[in-house]
């Protein structure tokens, strides 16, 4: 069983709609959670970072880390088609990166 | 400012065969790493160089080697390759090793051994 576990998609909603991602865990030592965004043919990019359980908010991002269900969320707000992309979500014990678990990525796709 | 840069952009190679992928970055970072990502597996760090002249394993050394000759230089060998490591690999770079510090990624090489 993998540490780290994310439904692949493909997610596919229209544009403006709220968009949920999510991952679970087993490791009940992770405490750093991210989420990463990966336009096709490109590398990873931080979207939000988030140390042990809450809520943390970025414009239309907004991160949830429910440590007791071991399971973390990325919602988006106001979808648009510039938000198709995968995510990533990523956890460690650590806080040292060297030591990042990644999920295998969700893709998505916003219908204009 | 270029960022993090990867050459070569794509490469097929034969069974066997060496090479070498290279990552460059202008930001002056410290730590520097190599990933692979396959499908269904996520990103999964190779080695990764915490300065000039220091390298370490990371979770799938197996079959890799790396240098750290120059602060802004990392490079990743492949000896003798096999089917296997057909994958693609990013590098990334960061002013530190805390998570919080964004892991600067480069565009990726597409490798596939035949």
């Known amino acids: 069983q993998k540490e780290v576990e994310q439904d692949p998609g493909p997610l596919s909603v229209p544009e403006g709609a709220i968009v949920s991602l999510n991952c679970t865990y087993s490791?009940?030592?992770?405490?750093?959670f991210m989420w990463y965004r990966q336009y096709s043919r490109k590398g990873p990019e931080l979207l939000m970072y988030?140390?042990?359980?809450g809520n943390k908010e970025d414009g239309r991002f907004t991160a949830q880390v429910d440590k007791s269900s071991k399971y973390i969320s990325l919602f988006i707000r106001d979808s648009q088609p510039s938000d198709s992309a995968t995510y990533l979500c990523a956890m460690t014990p650590y806080s040292s990166a060297s030591k990042i678990i990644f999920g295998s990525g969700t893709r998505l796709s916003i219908r204009p | 400012n270029a960022g993090v840069t990867q050459t070569p952009k794509f490469r097929v190679l034969k069974t066997g065969q060496s090479m070498t992928l290279l990552c460059a970055q202008d930001m002056n970072h410290e730590y520097m790493y190599w990933y692979r990502q396959d499908p269904g597996m996520g990103l999964r760090l190779i080695h990764y160089s915490v300065g000039e002249g220091t390298t370490a394993k990371g979770e799938v050394p197996d079959g890799y080697n790396v240098s750290r000759l120059k602060k802004q230089n990392f490079l990743l060998g492949l000896e003798s390759a096999a089917p296997s490591q057909t994958s693609v690999y990013f590098c990334?770079?960061?002013?530190?090793?805390?998570?919080?510090?964004?892991?600067?990624f480069g565009p990726g090489t597409r490798l596939t051994v035949l």
């Open positions: 988030t140390y042990s359980s």
């Open positions: 490791n009940s030592a992770f405490q750093y």
């Open positions: 990334a770079s960061s002013s530190t090793e805390q998570v919080y510090n964004e892991q600067f």
